[in-house]
């Protein structure tokens, strides 16, 4: 089986905190990275994909390491709404159009 | 535009029961993808569909078969529920290609007792 493996927290901070999520895969013939956010009894939404170079979208910042196989996830500014589990994907070259989910990282944000 | 809808939300059933969830997508996407989520498990694939006409199985497919009806309806058919069906499924579609947003429906909940 693939392998995504993910810290599940949960991750408790308080709001204005900096927090990051680090997400492992296990074979290096990985193509496409993303981050999922899932709200609470909700479904799956992409918050942003990862590229090679790292990305940044307003307060969230995604980085790839292709040597040391992990992406990972900056929140920078924590607000209450960050709130959610976020979900760690992966494809895989040798597997067309397969998506690997990591089974997730908790964060609750405290006011 | 409604984006990805399913059918039922939440559906309990007997050991042995057969039952048909439905999805439809309204993107004009030509990928579509069943999938469960248990907890601890993070979301697996069952079955998936790259374009019309195609199907593959996924990571978690025994006890699944699908049906690509046409390029916006993407079917799963329990033949035979087991108490180990129970979880949530959710169907997603999106463009062609591994580099493209999925987008979600929001999910069955599936009792089998």
């Known amino acids: 089986r693939k392998e995504v493996e993910q810290d599940p927290g949960p991750f408790n901070v308080p709001e204005g905190a900096t927090v990051a999520f680090n997400c492992t895969y296990s074979n290096s013939a990985s193509q496409s990275f993303f981050w999922y956010r899932q709200d609470c009894r909700k479904e799956p939404k992409l918050l942003m994909s990862?590229?090679?170079s790292g990305n940044e979208d307003g307060r969230f910042t995604a980085q790839l390491n292709r040597a040391s196989q992990y992406i990972s996830l900056l929140i920078r500014d924590s607000k209450l709404s960050d709130s959610a589990t976020y979900l760690c994907?992966?494809?895989?070259?040798?597997?067309?159009?397969?998506?690997?989910f990591g089974t997730g990282t908790s964060l609750t944000v405290i006011p | 535009n409604a984006g990805v809808t399913q059918t039922p939300k939440f559906q309990v059933l007997k050991t042995g029961q057969s039952m048909t969830l439905q999805c439809a997508q309204d993107m004009n996407h030509n990928s579509m993808y069943w999938y469960r989520q248990d907890p601890g498990m993070g979301l697996r694939l069952i079955y998936y569909s790259a374009s019309e006409g195609t199907t593959d199985k996924g990571e978690v497919p025994n006890g699944y078969n699908v049906s690509r009806l046409n390029k916006r309806e993407f079917s799963l058919r329990l033949e035979s529920a087991a108490p180990s069906q129970t979880s949530v499924y959710f169907c997603a579609s999106s463009e062609a290609g591994s580099s493209y947003e999925q987008y979600f429906g929001p999910g069955t909940r599936l009792t089998v007792t």
């Open positions: 994907v992966v494809n895989w070259a040798d597997t067309g159009n397969q998506f690997y």
């Open positions: 990862v590229y090679s």
